[in-house]
């Protein structure tokens, strides 16, 4: 079945009902009042409804025509936003970004800069995942995400583009009440071994799984995220290395406690990563952007320049 209902029934109705006469909307829509009246009197007579009542001076939509436009307005908003879509589209702007970040990093300042995307280009949908280890490598080879933010360590063979941001300061922290609390230091990894330690799952669905900072011959504690792991060692379930940024304030509150390990970890290197084929003015807005913040190990990402004012 054919809807005699079309785009430009849809328009008269609505410029008529917006000027609040026929004549009016003519002039809106540069056509004649005749070509006006013969839209609306042909799309009641295909609907057997009449959409105007015709008893008044002005021109006032019937029940059934106001229902008929409130909902056609519905039709036309998403007609214009498909058009202003593939106009943006042809002109090199993707339709769609998916950014994964990695669950190390805090996300504001990433959203601080998708706020500002989004009032340059709201036509491009941007999709945020969160991705841990080697998730965010995984995310980007298999063509779940176009951009990854805080991918650790050095990425699978492929034509990958990089860009550093800086390296990841782990530190080993157990609850303020911990045991561990009274052992000699710097901990020997033997008085480390008793105790459970508190891993945060890998997010890769086809890369071999990555593992961080774990110490072999342990019992462990599997968790989603690093906001879990912080928890987990603040309440004492376990133990094991939490990125500093992440945890200034737990440490100055005294609900974490850093011990100084004999074999510390060193700092992982993070990057930014897309496929270097990928042209669209989407991915290359926010790589100039993600271009002009590096990351501080006892703050997170900041602009370049600054040391201690997160964005």
Same mark, same amino acid.
């Not at 059934?64 to 039709?75: A, S």
């Given at each position: 079945m054919?809807?005699?209902i079309t785009l430009d029934a849809l328009r008269v109705l609505d410029a008529i009902d917006r000027k609040h006469s026929f004549a009016a909307a003519a002039d809106a829509l540069f056509r004649v009042p005749s070509a006006v009246s013969y839209t609306v009197s042909k799309l009641e007579e295909d609907l057997g409804v009449a959409l105007f009542d015709r008893s008044r =001076? *002005? +021109?006032v939509l019937t029940p059934?025509? *106001?229902?008929? @436009?409130?909902?056609? *307005?519905?039709?036309l908003d998403a007609v214009d936003a498909l058009t202003r879509v593939v106009q943006s589209v042809a002109d090199g702007w993707e339709a769609e970004l998916r950014i994964g970040v990695d669950n190390v990093l805090d996300p504001e300042p990433i959203y601080h800069l998708i706020g500002a995307f989004n009032r340059l280009r709201p036509q491009t949908e941007i999709r945020v995942v969160e991705e841990v280890l080697g998730g965010t490598w995984? +995310? @980007?080879?298999?063509? =779940?995400?176009? $951009?990854v933010v805080g991918a650790a360590g050095e990425g699978p063979p492929g034509h990958i583009a990089t860009m550093p941001l800086g390296a990841v300061e782990f530190v080993f922290a157990v609850a303020a009440d911990h045991p561990l609390c009274e052992a000699e230091r710097p901990l020997a990894a033997a008085a480390i071994r008793p105790w459970p330690t508190v891993v945060v799952a890998d997010?890769? *669905?086809y890369l071999p799984a990555r593992s961080s900072g774990l110490l072999d011959g342990r019992s462990r504690i599997v968790v989603p995220t690093f906001a879990h792991k912080v928890e987990a060692q603040r309440q004492g379930v376990g133990v094991g290395f939490l990125p500093r940024h992440r945890i200034v304030d737990e440490l100055a509150a005294g609900h974490l406690r850093e $011990?100084? @390990? +004999?074999?510390? =970890? $060193?700092?992982?290197?993070?990057?930014v990563a897309w496929q270097a084929a990928n042209k669209g003015k989407a991915l290359a807005w926010f790589i100039a952007e993600l271009g002009r913040l590096r990351f501080d190990a006892g703050v997170g990402l900041v602009a370049n320049g600054t040391s201690a004012n997160p964005l």
């Open positions: 054919i809807s005699p =001076r *002005r +021109a059934v025509g *106001r229902l008929v @436009l409130d909902q056609g *307005r519905h039709i995984d +995310a @980007l080879t298999s063509g =779940r995400c176009d $951009l997010s890769s *669905r $011990l100084p @390990l +004999a074999e510390p =970890r $060193l700092p992982q290197p993070i990057s």
